[in-house]
Protein backbone atom coordinates (compact mmCIF):
# COMPACT_ATOMS: atom_id res chain seq x y z
CA UNK A 1 0.00 0.00 0.00
CA UNK A 2 1.00 3.54 -0.71
CA UNK A 3 1.42 5.63 2.27
CA UNK A 4 2.99 9.14 2.03
CA UNK A 5 2.95 10.54 5.71
CA UNK A 6 4.66 14.65 6.15
CA UNK A 7 5.21 15.38 9.18
CA UNK A 8 7.51 18.64 10.53
CA UNK A 9 4.79 21.69 10.51
CA UNK A 10 3.75 23.62 13.24
CA UNK A 11 3.43 27.18 14.19
CA UNK A 12 6.60 29.77 13.40
CA UNK A 13 7.37 33.46 13.61
CA UNK A 14 7.55 35.62 10.49
CA UNK A 15 10.91 35.31 9.35
CA UNK A 16 11.31 32.17 10.50
CA UNK A 17 12.26 28.54 8.66
CA UNK A 18 10.77 25.22 9.27
CA UNK A 19 12.05 21.91 7.21
CA UNK A 20 8.93 19.69 6.09
CA UNK A 21 9.29 15.70 5.58
CA UNK A 22 7.42 13.74 3.80
CA UNK A 23 7.79 9.46 4.64
CA UNK A 24 7.29 7.32 1.32
CA UNK A 25 6.56 3.63 1.39
CA UNK A 26 4.69 1.00 -0.43
CA UNK A 27 6.40 1.94 -3.62
CA UNK A 28 9.68 2.53 -5.57
CA UNK A 29 10.18 5.95 -4.17
CA UNK A 30 13.33 6.76 -6.11
CA UNK A 31 11.24 6.00 -9.32
CA UNK A 32 9.06 9.07 -9.60
CA UNK A 33 8.94 12.54 -9.21
CA UNK A 34 7.40 13.90 -5.95
CA UNK A 35 5.40 17.44 -4.96
CA UNK A 36 4.46 19.89 -2.34
CA UNK A 37 1.24 21.25 -2.98
CA UNK A 38 -0.01 23.40 -0.26
CA UNK A 39 -3.89 24.95 0.53
CA UNK A 40 -4.74 27.32 2.35
CA UNK A 41 -7.23 26.56 5.17
CA UNK A 42 -10.98 26.73 3.08
CA UNK A 43 -8.97 28.02 -0.03
CA UNK A 44 -7.87 25.78 -3.19
CA UNK A 45 -4.82 24.32 -4.07
CA UNK A 46 -1.52 25.89 -4.96
CA UNK A 47 1.00 23.46 -6.29
CA UNK A 48 4.26 24.87 -4.52
CA UNK A 49 7.70 22.63 -6.11
CA UNK A 50 9.00 19.42 -7.52
CA UNK A 51 11.88 17.20 -8.04
CA UNK A 52 12.71 14.41 -10.57
CA UNK A 53 13.69 11.24 -9.42
CA UNK A 54 17.46 11.73 -9.45
CA UNK A 55 16.76 15.42 -7.79
CA UNK A 56 18.40 17.28 -10.79
CA UNK A 57 15.97 18.96 -11.57
CA UNK A 58 13.96 20.90 -9.13
CA UNK A 59 11.07 23.76 -10.01
CA UNK A 60 9.08 26.38 -7.98
CA UNK A 61 6.15 28.44 -8.03
CA UNK A 62 7.42 31.60 -8.41
CA UNK A 63 6.52 33.15 -4.99
CA UNK A 64 8.54 30.64 -2.98
CA UNK A 65 11.90 30.78 -5.21
CA UNK A 66 14.74 31.53 -3.44
CA UNK A 67 12.84 30.80 0.03
CA UNK A 68 12.38 27.63 -0.21
CA UNK A 69 14.02 24.13 -1.41
CA UNK A 70 12.91 20.92 -2.41
CA UNK A 71 15.28 17.99 -2.01
CA UNK A 72 15.06 14.24 -1.57
CA UNK A 73 17.05 11.10 -0.11
CA UNK A 74 15.75 8.19 -1.73
CA UNK A 75 18.07 6.26 0.43
CA UNK A 76 15.90 6.91 2.75
CA UNK A 77 12.60 7.12 0.77
CA UNK A 78 11.88 11.06 2.20
CA UNK A 79 10.88 14.13 0.45
CA UNK A 80 11.79 17.34 2.32
CA UNK A 81 10.78 21.03 2.22
CA UNK A 82 12.93 23.68 3.66
CA UNK A 83 10.69 27.07 3.99
CA UNK A 84 12.96 29.96 5.08
CA UNK A 85 12.05 33.72 5.49
CA UNK A 86 8.48 32.62 6.31
CA UNK A 87 5.63 34.63 5.57
CA UNK A 88 1.93 35.04 6.71
CA UNK A 89 0.74 33.92 3.43
CA UNK A 90 2.56 30.80 3.62
CA UNK A 91 0.17 29.45 6.04
CA UNK A 92 -1.10 26.54 4.85
CA UNK A 93 -1.89 22.61 4.87
CA UNK A 94 1.27 21.43 3.25
CA UNK A 95 0.96 17.84 1.22
CA UNK A 96 3.64 15.44 -0.68
CA UNK A 97 1.99 14.10 -3.62
CA UNK A 98 3.82 11.21 -5.54
CA UNK A 99 3.70 12.19 -9.50
CA UNK A 100 4.50 14.92 -12.31
CA UNK A 101 1.84 15.58 -14.67
CA UNK A 102 -1.16 14.11 -12.24
CA UNK A 103 -0.57 13.00 -8.40
CA UNK A 104 -2.57 9.70 -7.75
CA UNK A 105 -1.13 9.39 -4.23
CA UNK A 106 -1.35 12.28 -1.48
CA UNK A 107 -0.19 12.73 2.04
CA UNK A 108 -2.46 13.75 4.37
CA UNK A 109 -0.66 17.14 5.29
CA UNK A 110 0.87 18.72 7.80
CA UNK A 111 -0.19 22.26 8.92
CA UNK A 112 2.58 25.33 8.82
CA UNK A 113 1.33 28.44 10.27
CA UNK A 114 3.43 31.26 10.26
CA UNK A 115 2.32 34.06 13.07
CA UNK A 116 3.67 36.00 15.90
CA UNK B 1 1.38 31.30 -16.47
CA UNK B 2 -1.47 28.81 -17.41
CA UNK B 3 -4.70 29.90 -15.71
CA UNK B 4 -7.69 27.22 -15.31
CA UNK B 5 -10.81 28.77 -14.38
CA UNK B 6 -13.87 26.37 -13.39
CA UNK B 7 -17.45 26.82 -13.92
CA UNK B 8 -19.89 27.29 -11.66
CA UNK B 9 -17.88 28.38 -8.49
CA UNK B 10 -21.05 26.17 -7.03
CA UNK B 11 -23.61 24.03 -8.42
CA UNK B 12 -26.38 22.62 -6.52
CA UNK B 13 -28.00 19.36 -7.47
CA UNK B 14 -29.84 16.06 -5.73
CA UNK B 15 -28.82 12.76 -5.43
CA UNK B 16 -29.45 11.32 -8.89
CA UNK B 17 -28.94 14.10 -11.00
CA UNK B 18 -26.16 14.22 -13.43
CA UNK B 19 -23.52 17.24 -13.30
CA UNK B 20 -21.16 18.67 -15.54
CA UNK B 21 -18.16 21.33 -14.05
CA UNK B 22 -16.33 22.96 -16.90
CA UNK B 23 -12.40 23.95 -16.98
CA UNK B 24 -10.87 26.30 -18.88
CA UNK B 25 -7.58 27.14 -19.61
CA UNK B 26 -6.10 30.25 -20.74
CA UNK B 27 -4.01 28.99 -23.22
CA UNK B 28 -4.26 25.35 -25.71
CA UNK B 29 -3.22 22.53 -23.33
CA UNK B 30 -2.54 19.31 -24.21
CA UNK B 31 -5.25 16.38 -23.19
CA UNK B 32 -2.70 14.09 -21.65
CA UNK B 33 -1.59 16.96 -18.89
CA UNK B 34 -4.90 17.81 -17.77
CA UNK B 35 -6.20 15.92 -14.22
CA UNK B 36 -9.60 16.45 -12.21
CA UNK B 37 -9.41 15.48 -8.45
CA UNK B 38 -12.23 15.57 -5.57
CA UNK B 39 -11.74 17.03 -2.47
CA UNK B 40 -14.01 15.79 0.75
CA UNK B 41 -13.39 18.44 4.36
CA UNK B 42 -10.64 17.37 6.16
CA UNK B 43 -9.41 14.78 3.58
CA UNK B 44 -6.51 15.10 0.61
CA UNK B 45 -7.68 15.62 -2.51
CA UNK B 46 -8.45 12.77 -4.60
CA UNK B 47 -7.56 11.77 -8.30
CA UNK B 48 -10.39 11.54 -10.59
CA UNK B 49 -9.25 11.60 -13.97
CA UNK B 50 -5.59 12.02 -15.66
CA UNK B 51 -5.10 12.73 -19.32
CA UNK B 52 -8.40 14.58 -19.64
CA UNK B 53 -10.62 11.16 -19.87
CA UNK B 54 -8.70 8.60 -18.27
CA UNK B 55 -10.31 7.26 -14.80
CA UNK B 56 -7.83 6.69 -12.10
CA UNK B 57 -8.00 3.50 -10.23
CA UNK B 58 -10.94 2.65 -8.45
CA UNK B 59 -12.98 5.51 -9.57
CA UNK B 60 -16.60 4.01 -10.81
CA UNK B 61 -17.75 5.01 -14.00
CA UNK B 62 -20.13 7.32 -13.28
CA UNK B 63 -17.04 10.40 -13.36
CA UNK B 64 -15.69 10.96 -16.89
CA UNK B 65 -13.61 13.02 -18.30
CA UNK B 66 -13.58 14.85 -22.06
CA UNK B 67 -12.31 17.88 -23.81
CA UNK B 68 -9.14 19.21 -25.97
CA UNK B 69 -7.45 22.26 -26.36
CA UNK B 70 -8.99 24.98 -23.89
CA UNK B 71 -12.29 23.43 -22.65
CA UNK B 72 -12.33 20.41 -20.68
CA UNK B 73 -15.41 18.55 -19.05
CA UNK B 74 -15.66 16.48 -15.89
CA UNK B 75 -19.34 14.89 -15.85
CA UNK B 76 -20.97 12.59 -13.08
CA UNK B 77 -23.82 10.77 -14.70
CA UNK B 78 -25.84 10.13 -11.71
CA UNK B 79 -24.71 11.72 -8.36
CA UNK B 80 -24.69 9.70 -4.98
CA UNK B 81 -24.15 11.15 -1.63
CA UNK B 82 -20.66 10.51 -1.39
CA UNK B 83 -20.38 12.32 -4.82
CA UNK B 84 -20.61 16.20 -3.22
CA UNK B 85 -17.21 17.70 -2.43
CA UNK B 86 -14.99 19.92 -3.81
CA UNK B 87 -13.90 19.01 -7.69
CA UNK B 88 -10.24 20.79 -8.99
CA UNK B 89 -9.21 20.64 -12.64
CA UNK B 90 -5.11 20.51 -12.52
CA UNK B 91 -2.74 21.34 -15.76
CA UNK B 92 1.31 20.74 -16.72
CA UNK B 93 3.16 22.96 -18.73
CA UNK B 94 4.37 26.15 -19.20
CA UNK B 95 5.70 28.42 -16.06
CA UNK B 96 4.74 26.93 -13.52
CA UNK B 97 5.07 24.11 -14.37
CA UNK B 98 1.19 23.21 -12.44
CA UNK B 99 -1.72 24.89 -11.68
CA UNK B 100 -4.96 24.33 -10.55
CA UNK B 101 -8.11 25.94 -10.80
CA UNK B 102 -9.97 27.54 -8.14
CA UNK B 103 -12.43 24.36 -7.53
CA UNK B 104 -15.97 23.77 -7.93
CA UNK B 105 -18.14 23.17 -4.67
CA UNK B 106 -20.71 20.46 -5.40
CA UNK B 107 -23.51 20.70 -3.23
CA UNK B 108 -26.83 19.18 -1.99
CA UNK B 109 -29.61 20.70 -3.08
Known amino acids: EVQLVESGGGLVQPGGSLRLSCAAS????????MSWVRQVPGKGLEWVAN????????YYVDSVKGRFTISRDNAKNSLYLQMNSLRAEDTAVYYC?????????WGQGTLVTVSS | EIVLTQSPGTLSLSPGEGATLSCRAS???????LAWYQQKPGQAPRLLIYGASSRATGIPDRFSGSGSGTDFTLTISRLEPEDFAVYYC??????????FGQGTRLEIK
Open chain 1, 26 to 33: GFSFSTYW
Open chain 2, 27 to 33: QSISSTY
Open chain 2, 90 to 99: QQHGGSPPIT
Open chain 1, 51 to 58: IKQDGSER
Open chain 1, 97 to 105: ARGVWSFGY
